[in-house]
């Protein structure tokens, strides 16, 4: 967690424009809360050692 934090005041403070797609998760949603720009569905179809639900939620963050 505290490494999606610091990249989350990262994007943030930087110059550089930032877009980055990233697993919607409480955590995502109030990391980059007024920086999400669009969300997508998608299905996994590859499950390796049960590290993804089939069914998930992406979302595109940037920076501006």
Do not use: K, W
Not at 19 to 40: C, F, K, N, P, S
């Amino acid at each position: 967690e505290m490494e999606h934090r610091r990249l989350a005041a990262a994007i943030q403070n930087t110059n550089c424009r930032i877009l980055m797609v990233i697993g919607r998760t409480t955590l995502t949603e109030e990391l980059y809360q007024g920086h999400i720009v669009a969300e997508y569905p998608v299905r996994y179809s590859v499950n390796i050692r049960n590290r993804f639900d089939t069914d998930a939620t992406h979302i595109v963050v940037t920076n501006y």
